[in-house]
């Protein structure tokens, strides 16, 4: 598995974040179902997930400034 960079994250469309965030969720699921111990590939899975998530969410400068221009 290859590690997402934030960089790689912010060029994909909304969909395509939207889709591998799905696929690694299930491959988040299946490597837990093979161990009973959290190996180094399921770090790494929840790690790009939760870039994926942070980078999902609306910065406040931005939603401060779209709250701005529909006053």
């Given at each position: 598995m290859a590690t997402l960079k934030a960089k790689d994250?912010?060029?994909m469309s909304k969909g395509?974040?939207?889709k591998k965030l799905?696929?690694?969720k299930m491959e988040l699921i299946k490597s837990r179902s093979g161990n009973s111990k959290t190996g180094s590939?399921?770090?790494e899975i929840k790690r790009i997930i939760a870039r994926?998530?942070?980078l999902n969410k609306p910065t406040e400068e931005n939603s401060s400034k779209?709250?701005?221009k529909n006053k």
């Open positions: 994250i912010r060029n395509d974040r939207e799905k696929e690694l590939k399921t770090k994926i998530l942070t779209e709250i701005e």
